[in-house]
């Protein structure tokens, strides 16, 4: 049975940095790309970055380009979102999911918080 588990969001001062994780149990890390979503209040869920199965290629949605990095580690199972310059805009909660996503894969995600 696979679980992904975010962690690492938070309440952060516009112009901060977070770093999220996902961890991914079972064997299929490293079968797919994976990315990261989010989800703000009263509004659907986005894509915001994702990385391929050999981590040597990259997207990003236009709204995160230049600010936030997603990055992944084989050995741990895990895909990270390093966050900077962090915006009210960013406020959501963030899920992580294979690309494309995978309805079994969604985990509770993480609230992410950006206020002065």
């Known amino acids: 049975q696979v679980q992904v588990v975010e962690s690492g969001g938070g309440l952060v001062q516009p112009g901060g940095s977070l770093r999220l994780s996902c961890e991914v149990s079972g064997s299929i890390f490293s079968r797919y790309a994976w990315g990261w979503y989010r989800q703000a209040p009263g509004k659907q869920r986005e894509f915001v970055a994702s990385i391929s199965r050999s981590g040597s290629s990259r997207n990003y949605a236009d709204s995160v380009q230049g600010r936030f990095l997603i990055s992944r580690d084989t050995g741990k199972s895990t895909v990270y979102l390093q966050m900077n310059w962090l915006k009210p805009e960013d406020t959501a909660v963030y899920y ?5 996503a995978d309805p079994g894969y969604w985990g509770q995600g993480t609230q992410v918080t950006v206020s002065s």
């Open 96 to 100: 992580c999911n294979a690309v494309p």
